[in-house]
T-cell receptor, first 117, second 114 residues
């Protein structure tokens, strides 16, 4: 079975500071990995996805994530935080074709990002 | 514009009543999903459907029911058997077949049962 752990339910940064949101996964084979963002009382929006084409994945709004197989991690970063980045962020994993969870997403608990002026 | 619509945005019901949440998509996706979101618990899968007239239970299906009579629609019924139905409900859809399956989400319905 696959699982996702997001370290830190709340992260607080100053505007202009580095954003680092941590995600570790557990899967028998390298999975597909995703980061989603959710603003209050809204649905989820895809930030970026890892499909094995490249280990460093660039997404929308200046975010990027690096897949590290040896560390089973897929941490999300942004060099300079903006006030509009304040939201909840979810890491998710999906098995590749042939896996028992193929097509299904397993989500982490979420990390709420607060950005201070 | 292609997308997923959920209605209503807010829903209030009395305990003991069944309630149906609507989800419609015009993305031509074969697969559709229902999630429940509670604070600090992430999203938990209730039911999913990969083709019309077929659906499977997710991790927390007890007290819920679904139907998939049309490709575009995947309504969720929260029955009186659901012990704690107050939550934020999210519908999603995706393509099927080989390759990555990112899911596209609707705006959600917040259900309050008193």
């Amino acid at each position: 079975a696959q699982s996702v752990t997001q370290l830190g339910s709340h992260v607080s940064v100053s505007e202009g500071a580095l954003v680092l949101l941590r995600c570790n996964y557990s899967s028998s084979v390298p999975p597909y990995l995703f980061w989603y963002v959710q603003y209050p009382n809204q649905g989820l929006q895809l930030l970026l996805k890892y499909t094995s084409a490249a280990t460093l994945v660039k997404g929308i709004n200046g975010f990027e994530a690096e897949f590290k197989k040896s560390e089973t991690s897929f941490h999300l970063t942004k060099p300079s935080a903006h006030m509009s980045d304040a939201a909840e962020y979810f890491c998710a994993v999906s098995a590749r074709a042939g896996g028992t969870s193929y097509g299904k997403l397993t989500f982490g608990q979420g990390t709420i990002l607060t950005v201070h002026p | 514009d292609g997308g997923i619509t959920q209605s209503p945005k807010y829903l209030f019901r009395k305990e003991g009543q069944n309630v149906t949440l609507s989800c419609e998509q015009n993305l031509n996706h074969d697969a559709m999903y229902w999630y429940r979101q509670d604070p600090g618990q992430g999203l938990r899968l209730i039911y999913y459907s990969q083709i019309v007239n077929d659906f499977q239970k997710g991790d927390i299906a007890e007290g819920y029911s679904v139907s998939r009579e049309k490709k575009e629609s995947f309504p969720l019924t929260v029955t009186s058997a659901q012990k704690n139905p107050t939550a934020f409900y999210l519908c999603a859809s995706s393509i099927t077949g080989t390759g990555v399956h990112e899911q596209y989400f609707g705006p959600g319905t917040r259900l309050t049962v008193t």
